[in-house]
Nanobody, 117 residues
Framework: QVQLVESGGGLVQPGGSLRLSCAAS????????LSWLRQSPGKGLEWISEILTGSASTYYTASVKGRFTISRDDAKNTVSLQMNSLKPEDTAVYYC??????????WGQGKLVTVSS
């Protein structure tokens, strides 16, 4: 079964850190690029980061660059998002995503991150 299962998230104070992880199964993980997206309350889905195969290249949206770090472990079939210096505007449901060579779009179940004092 092709799936992505997320873990992590929760409540953190402004300036704090959280780590999200996404475990993949059912497909050849090392062959696909992986992304993280988020949806804030009342807003649309926002792409925030991508990591290409072999961890050769990473990309970030401007609002998280320098604060968030995407990484992958192909031996463990996991992709992670380390989030530092969190702000209230980072509050959102975070999703990992993989676009397979078959054209299938695979999504994690989503994890809520709340940044609040």
């Amino acid at each position: 079964q092709v799936q992505l299962v997320e873990s992590g998230g929760g409540l953190v104070q402004p300036g704090g850190s959280l780590r999200l992880s996404c475990a993949a199964s059912g497909f050849t993980f090392s062959n696909v690029a992986l992304s993280w997206l988020r949806q804030s309350p009342g807003k649309g889905l926002e792409w925030i980061s991508e990591i290409l195969t072999g961890s050769a290249s990473t990309y970030y949206t401007a609002s998280v660059k320098g604060r968030f770090t995407i990484s992958r472990d192909d031996a463990k079939n996991t992709v992670s998002l380390q989030m530092n210096s969190l702000k209230p505007e980072d509050t959102a449901v975070y999703y990992c995503n993989a676009k397979l060579w078959s054209g299938q779009d695979v999504w994690g179940q989503g994890k809520l991150v709340t940044v609040s004092s």
